[in-house]
């Protein structure tokens, strides 16, 4: 059964194979052809499922693997660092005495021993910080990992991002990048389908998910894994009576998650969000925004939370999918009165 508390948490039953980079990856840490770079970063916008191939990859892996919460770092980093060490001394089997005034040095010591065997350090989360606290992350915790360069003289790094390093430092080194997009359809069905099988439910018979997930997304075409485990979580647990009500509260939902470190959109923007959906074309410029003077703020979190999307041709998009899906909903809203 789906524990819903923790539906955004890794589970392997539920985890959808990212075949060409998991290969990737496993080519990088043989060291195979090009991908000899000790650094690795996975990028891509919120709910893409970063964090969760990052689990898989430890899950699966046949070397020591220490794992970096970088929000764990935030809230308290003198506590952060003496766990970090405590779990390095176990993993690799060295005896420091954690000495938060001698942090740099004894990351360095714990690199080394990284190295000498074999281990792999994987940085989630880095994406949950501000600017600043990422910069600071990268400068005492990343490059004391690192030192000097990302070569073969430093043990394999992976870290997932939100675009990409704030630091110069690590930024114009030579290291092995890659980026996750939103699911193609067919892999979105197949997480949904994973989803309905670990909570025990199937569709009627002969119902398509599609109809099952109606009123929730009737033209969503399950490109979000995060968005995804949010409609099937509202189906399921039947949150609202009302049709309306469920979607704008899926919808709340999922962008709040996604934003929830400092409550970056509000459920009034979410309406507003739906609300510009329905009035605008596929592809818009700021000038078209309904009431754009008031709300190009709400762009600008958009933009970030990638819930808008700037095309190559320099236009705006809402999030593919998510748009068809608030457009639907806003359509069937059209006449009631709309929650605010």
Known sequence: MIDFAKIYQYDEDLYVPRAVIQEDIERWLRGDGASDKALYTVS?????????????????????????????????????????????????HLNLTASYEE??????????????????????????????????????????????????????????????????????????KTSLR????????????????KAQISPPEGASYQEVLFPYAQHYEWQSPRLN??????????????????????FHKFIGDIGAEDDTISKEEVATLIHWAGKLQAAFDRNALPEADDHGSLLDTCLALHLIILNDNFEYEILPGLREAMKDYYDKCENKERPS
């Open 182 to 197: 939103n699911w193609a359809k067919e892999k979105g069905l197949e997480q949904i389908q994973r989803l309905f099988a």
């Open 44 to 92: 891509g916008p919120p709910g893409t499922g970063k964090t969760w191939l990052l689990h898989h990859v430890r899950e699966h892996s046949e070397r020591p693997v220490l794992w970096i919460d970088a929000a764990v770092w935030k809230e308290d980093k003198r506590k952060w660092f003496e766990d970090f060490v405590g779990k390095a001394n176990e993993l690799l």
């Open 229 to 250: 485990a949010c409609l099937v979580k509202c189906y399921i647990q039947k949150e609202s009576a009302n049709e309306c009500q469920k979607v704008l509260s899926c």
């Open 103 to 176: 942090r740099a040095g004894m990351l360095t010591k714990i690199s080394s021993a990284c190295q000498n065997h074999d281990a792999l350090i994987i940085v989630d989360s880095l994406e949950a910080l501000e600017e600043v606290r990422a910069r600071e992350f990268e400068e005492t915790v990343l490059m004391n990992l690192i030192g000097q360069e990302a070569s073969v003289s430093c043990p394999h790094i992976l870290v997932a991002i939100r675009e990409q390093l704030y630091t110069d430092a690590l930024r114009f080194l030579d290291y092995t």
